[in-house]
């Protein structure tokens, strides 16, 4: 049996399988997402242009008209956690629940739990500093402007291998900016949801809502499991995309 690493195991089956476990487990709510505009959050211009080259290639685009990583919002999604002030807010960390009326509050966290992320985004702060830094050092400066995906995919498999604590983060980032509610900034217009044909967790909203006229099949309800489609189907759509 072939063996992947992280990151080939993200590109070659993000799209489906990669989500499939991650996407069960997430609620569903009919919310704006949070979106960090570049230079406006932790990350300044520079850095997030190299994130962003860095999360095209962590879930590259099967093609024209589809999506990436960074076409989908990961990069406001891990530039929002890293811009998360504890000091001021609780929002960003824990989306509130279980019934629509309330995910968007998000939950207010207890000292201890205060304490505790306000010492991993500082973390996190300093390994993506360190990190977006040194994706530009092994490209000569710049990562983002490298002629060739190829080269830009020899330095993420070199970390990889390398056992990077940065790449570890973006592995993880990229996988919870990609699957997770948008509302904490990444999957955008639950592109990934669609590809997925996740309809929802129930979460206190047993049935979709019968005044959404915006989308085809339940985006915005959940099923029971009993009431789920087959899976690779898509209702009104047909097979989901491979």
Known sequence: MRQFNRRQFLATSAKLAAGATIGTALPLARLWPRSVAAGSG???????????????????????????????????????????????????????????????????????????????????????????????????????????????????????????????????????????HPIYGGNKDFHAWDDLCYQGDVHGVRFPDPTDTTHSWNVNGGYAPEEMIEPGQCPGQGPVKS
């Open 42 to 180: 932790f990350l300044s211009i520079a850095q997030r242009r190299t994130l962003d080259a860095a999360l095209a290639r962590m879930i590259p685009a099967d093609g024209p008209g589809d999506w990436s990583a960074a076409s989908i919002g990961a990069g406001d999604y891990i530039d929002g956690l890293l811009t998360t002030d504890l000091d001021t807010s609780d929002r960003g960390i824990f989306a509130g629940g279980p019934f629509r009326a309330d995910f968007g509050t998000f939950q207010t966290l207890s000292a201890v739990k205060r304490l505790g992320w306000r010492r991993e985004i500082e973390r996190l702060r300093g390994v993506y500093g360190e990190g977006l830094a040194e994706l530009d050092r092994r490209a000569g400066g710049d990562f983002a402007g490298l002629p060739s995906d190829l080269l830009q995919d020899v330095i993420l498999e070199t970390l990889d291998v390398e056992g990077s604590a940065f790449f570890a983060a973006l592995y993880a980032h990229t996988m919870e900016g990609v699957y997770a």
